[in-house]
């Protein structure tokens, strides 16, 4: 169609961007080859900031004209997905990358939430997941439906949705997630 979508993750280092092999955002850059492969993570409110002049974190809307463009979802995964860079188990989920979007496994970095709880060791609050097998791409959607009900019957808005691919399937999918995990940024040019 008529959008048009940076070619690679996001790979802009932020204090509040991660990316596997290195430290929290104080010690980073101790791995930045794998920063360059995948892109950075980042937690929801930075990647709503975080592209350049012109470009934009896109929405849901946004993002399903893309999968439609496509084809659809059931089979967006396969023509979004780069040919190299993941570890693919199904022949029929191999990504062709029919148009240059190239969406890489950049997996996700989950916040454990270890408030209340006493730690012990060497253990650190987050986790990497994912790695050449899932790919997360934040929307600029909140989420109502998934977000934490409160007590007095408000909403606490702690879910966006993100556009989901796995290494196993051939679709790509929308799914709310926690905005305190880090995922992959693919910035959408305004005209």
């Known amino acids: 169609g008529d959008q048009v979508w940076m070619a690679e993750n996001l790979n802009l280092n932020t204090n509040s961007s991660y990316c596997y092999g290195e430290e929290p955002s104080s010690k980073q850059n101790r791995n930045p ?3 360059n492969t995948y892109g950075r993570l980042y937690k929801w ?4 900031q975080v592209c350049p ?9 946004e993002f399903e004209i893309l999968l439609k ?8 995964g396969i023509k979004l997905k780069s040919v190299d860079g993941w570890k693919f188990e199904k022949k029929e989920t191999v990504g062709t990358d029919d148009y240059g979007f190239t969406a890489l496994p950049g997996g996700y970095r989950k916040e454990d939430n270890l408030s209340g709880v006493v730690v012990t ?10 790695d050449k097998v899932l790919a997360y ?14 007590s007095d019957g408000g909403i606490l808005l702690d879910h966006a949705f993100s ?15 926690y905005m305190d995990n880090a995922m992959s940024v693919r910035c959408f040019f305004v005209f």
């Open 137 to 150: 791409f934040w929307t600029s959607t909140e989420d109502i439906k998934t977000s934490t009900r409160l």
């Open 45 to 48: 409110d930075v990647a709503t």
């Open 163 to 177: 556009l989901f691919m796995k290494n196993v399937y051939a679709d790509a999918v929308f799914i709310g997630e």
């Open 33 to 35: 080859g794998l920063c």
């Open 121 to 130: 060791g060497n253990i650190e609050s987050y986790d990497f997941i994912g």
């Open 69 to 76: 463009t496509v084809g659809g979802q059931d089979s967006a």
């Open 53 to 61: 002049g012109g470009w934009h974190l896109p929405s849901k809307a």
